[in-house]
């Protein structure tokens, strides 16, 4: 899923070499976005995030710097949708739209739409989301990303829903120490693991953890059996109870929006074919 960070509309400290090390951790783009800011202010962020990444920034603001420094391209808000003929022609243009029908409406096709507020806005006190539920995409011929209010509990949500990606900018601003880690963990999805424990961790969850880890998920593990083995000798299993699998299931998906299941070691089809129901 694709993830852009937006700027902060104020001061950050370091927010620059912040912004490079983001992009070392694969940012697709940066959108720019200093409101009232000249455009000596723009230029001065521009000219400390390190050249191979400028083709990444996009600008609300400011937009002849597009050509100057060869960034990727400018965002619009919907008002100035009918301006898109003379920048279409120029730069890679995305846009901004409060409502689907708003997107039904544009008079041109954009790189991608940004939709907000979609949840509750962590940088705006009390900009409350407009959608009841996650709108319906299905008939949307651009890429749509999801903005307002987006955690890592919240990106496989928006990924089901049929958002191409997530924008953020207060789930990373109001916390800049912990931003480069705040977006790792947006990134990584989370895995869950219903599975056999092997105490020398060559099979079961031990070996899953380790292989989602390697593949740059979170790991999440639901003990269905205690087995009794080493490398070479297996001598028995402990099966778990149905009951005791719900109730560990129940804790993990309460607080993580799992967005990939992995069933191992079952005791028999009955419990699988009531895993499968849960």
């Known amino acids: 899923m694709k993830i852009i960070v937006i700027t902060s509309p104020t001061p950050v ?7 490079n090390h983001l992009f070392t951790h694969g940012l697709k783009y940066l959108h720019l976005r200093k409101p009232g800011a000249s455009a000596e202010v723009y230029e001065r962020f521009i000219r400390q995030i390190f050249p191979v990444y400028r083709n990444r920034i996009v600008l609300h603001e400011h937009y002849e710097l597009v050509k100057k420094y060869r960034l990727h391209g400018i965002h619009l808000k919907y ?3 009918n301006e898109y003929i003379y920048y279409i022609q120029q ?14 409406q544009l008079p041109f096709r954009p790189a991608y739409c940004f939709l907000s507020p979609i949840f509750d806005s962590i940088s705006k006190t009390g900009y409350r989301s407009r959608f009841g539920q996650l709108p319906d995409l299905s008939d949307i011929d651009c890429p749509v990303i999801a903005l307002g209010g987006l955690e890592p509990d919240k990106t496989g949500l928006c990924r089901r829903a049929g ?7 207060g789930y990373l601003w109001n916390n800049p120490d912990e931003a480069i880690e705040r977006y790792i963990r947006l990134k990584t999805p989370f895995v869950l693991s219903i599975a056999g424990f092997d105490p020398s961790s060559g099979a079961g969850i031990g070996a899953d953890l380790k292989t989602f880890e390697a593949t740059g998920s979170y790991g999440l593990g ?13 001598t028995g299993v402990h099966w778990t ?3 005791d699998i719900k109730k560990q299931c129940d804790l993990l998906l309460q607080k993580y929006n ?13 419990i699988l074919d009531r895993l499968l129901d849960y």
């Open 13 to 19: 400290k370091d927010e620059a070499a912040i912004c």
């Open 79 to 81: 008002p100035q949708a």
């Open 91 to 104: 730069y890679a243009v995305s846009i901004s739209c409060h409502r689907v029908d708003e997107i039904r």
């Open 163 to 169: 958002f191409e990606g997530i924008a953020v900018l």
């Open 222 to 234: 639901v003990c269905s059996a205690l087995t009794f083995q080493n490398e070479d000798i297996f």
């Open 241 to 243: 109870a149905w009951e």
């Open 258 to 270: 799992v967005e990939f299941l992995k069933i191992g070691l079952i005791e028999s089809f009955e």
